[in-house]
Nanobody
């Protein structure tokens, strides 16, 4: 498995932006589809965004489409989530995850087998 560490979370006002990073170690993520999930207090973890192993394809939850952008830099073994126009309902712990190869693009939680520890994002109204 690959080790993942998220960073970039914090407190931001509604309408603001944050950029999350997910640094991988232990092995290259160049063959892994990657994704971001989030879990709000009292709710189940939900899918946010996914990117194919080569970066050519992305997929977003409807709730974040047009506001969030997932990207990756395989040379840096890092995945990013740019979050714009943040809303209070985006408040959650955000998790980065790596899917089992050779999955091209993964949107379901069971398709992922490596997870980071999460980073807190809080959006104030």
């Amino acid at each position: 498995q690959v080790q993942l560490v998220e960073s970039g979370g914090g407190l931001v006002e509604a309408g603001g932006s944050l950029r999350l990073s997910c640094a991988a170690s232990g092995r290259s993520i160049s063959s892994h589809a990657m994704g971001w999930f989030r879990q709000a207090p009292g709710k189940e973890r939900e899918f946010v965004a996914a990117i194919s192993w080569n970066g050519d394809s992305t997929y977003y939850a409807e709730s974040v489409k047009g506001r969030f952008t997932i990207s990756r830099d395989n040379a840096k073994n890092t995945v990013y989530l740019q979050m714009n126009s943040l809303k209070p309902e985006d408040t959650a712990v955000y998790y980065c995850a790596a899917a089992r190869p050779p999955k091209f693009l993964a949107t379901r939680e069971y398709e992922y087998d490596s997870w980071g520890q999460g980073t807190q994002v809080t959006v104030s109204s």
